[in-house]
């Protein structure tokens, strides 16, 4: 496998999954709409791989515009990032996240037909696993009764590609399902900025950090954990991206459909990611404990042992790693890609 369809590469865990593609040796195609992301960001990958990835600005939903991407490069595998991911937003806007999400899956497969591509790796989240009866989370645990919108898309797209993969035979399927990404490529050049007040943990925190906002409220101290404050896994974005590639070796040995928990098999509450933050940077975050969040479960982690056990794949990076790099990204770049 060489060329490899990127959609949603100039993202934020797709961008650090070129770098490793390139890395490795693979000729990565970027396809983004940059709903989400900055055209800057190829300026970056250029400035860190050495070459400047092919790249085209188009929504993956436009079938005639990617049937031009299937033209013009001959693909043997696709890793699909490109999505709307804001819980919140799918709440309000749930057929703006159906259409995007499923319906880009869907010209995908479509196409991969048509062009007889027979490999695919899909960004899934342990979101699938809506509310978990037990830890650490396994594959085979129940999926389904998501706490949103946002969740039922990467549902609906796993039970989609579950029934392609049964009835295309030649057909290589890697279903992945990401925990919690955080950190940053250590270049400090590339890294997640998201638009607005962000939503997730460690951005909210690097941005008390730069003085953008002023506070971070921890959702919850009243729950049955060790200090009260929710458990999640924190996986550095650059061991998530990594695991892309060994997805891709796996689909070299034709194995039909895969799905791996991608985490580090370790939960973290939201105050030992806090305290992690401030011993990894030496700084004090400004932080109060607040009520609970709406949806929010009190503790979610993976069990990785089958991403290791058949792909060889273990996340190595620390969480003080991923501390230490997401303020190294968000230090050099205040205002994200924007000057
Ligand atoms: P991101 O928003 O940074 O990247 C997604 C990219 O897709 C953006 O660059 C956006 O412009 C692009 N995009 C969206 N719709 C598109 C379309 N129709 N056509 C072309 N491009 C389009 O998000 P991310 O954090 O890098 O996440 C990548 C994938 O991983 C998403 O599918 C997301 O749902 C999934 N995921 C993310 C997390 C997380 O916490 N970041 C966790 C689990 C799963
Ligand atoms: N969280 C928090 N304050 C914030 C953002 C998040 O306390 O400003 C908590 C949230 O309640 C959850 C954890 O941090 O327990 C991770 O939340 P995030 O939204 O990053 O990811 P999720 O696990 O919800 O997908």
Same mark, same amino acid.
């Given at each position: ?14 961008? *650090? ?10 000729? @990565? ?42 033209? /013009? ?12 991911? +804001?819980?919140?937003? +799918? ?8 259409? #995007? ?15 007889? %591509? ?11 696993? !809506?509310?978990?009866?037990?830890? @650490?989370?396994?594959?085979?645990? @129940?999926?389904?009764?998501?706490? +949103? ?8 797209? /796993? ?25 940053? *490529? ?8 998201? $638009? ?15 003085? $953008? ?11 049955? $954990? ?27 040995? &034709? ?5 791996? #928990?991608? !985490? ?24 109060? %404990? ?9 503790? #979610? ?30 230090? &050099? ?7």
């Amino acid at each position: 496998m060489g060329k490899i369809l990127v959609t949603g590469g100039t993202g934020y865990i797709g961008s *650090h999954t070129v770098v490793e593609l390139i890395k490795n040796g693979y000729d @990565p195609v970027i396809v983004d709409n940059l709903c989400n992301s900055k055209i800057e960001v190829l300026n970056r990958l250029e400035t860190i791989c050495g070459v400047r990835p092919k790249f085209y600005q188009i929504s993956v939903q436009d079938k005639e515009a990617m049937r031009q991407v299937f033209e /013009e490069n001959e693909i043997d595998a696709i890793i699909h990032f490109a999505g709307l991911k +804001s819980v919140g937003e +799918s709440v309000l806007y749930p057929e703006k996240y159906y259409s #995007n999400n499923v319906g880009s899956s869907k010209v995908l497969l479509e196409l991969m037909d048509e062009y007889r %591509v027979h490999n695919i790796v899909f960004s899934s989240s342990a979101t699938v696993y !809506g509310v978990p009866e037990r830890m @650490p989370i396994v594959e085979s645990d @129940p999926i389904g009764n998501c706490s +949103s919108p946002y969740g039922d898309t990467k549902y609906q797209i /796993e039970l989609l590609l579950m029934d392609y993969a049964k009835t295309h035979e030649d057909a290589n399927v890697a279903i992945l399902r990401y925990f919690n990404p955080i950190g940053a *490529h250590p270049s400090g050049l590339i890294g997640e900025y998201p $638009t607005g007040i962000p939503n997730n943990l460690m951005p909210y925190i690097t941005q008390v950090a730069v003085g $953008t906002l002023e506070c971070l409220t921890v959702f919850g101290g009243d729950y049955d $954990t060790r200090d009260g404050s929710c458990i999640r896994d924190y996986i550095h974005v650059c061991d998530l991206a990594e695991g892309h590639v060994y997805a891709l070796h796996k689909l070299e040995t &034709k194995p039909g459909l895969v799905i791996y #928990n991608l !985490g580090t098999g370790r939960g973290t509450t939201v105050l030992e990611l806090v305290h992690a933050f401030e011993e990894a940077n030496n700084m004090k975050i400004n932080y109060k %404990v607040g009520a609970r969040r709406d949806g929010d479960v009190p503790e #979610n982690y993976a069990n990785c042992d089958k991403a290791y056990k058949e792909m060889g794949w273990k996340a190595t990076r620390t969480i003080k790693d991923a501390c230490r790099d997401s303020w190294n990204w968000q230090s &050099k770049n205040p205002h994200g890609y924007d000057k």
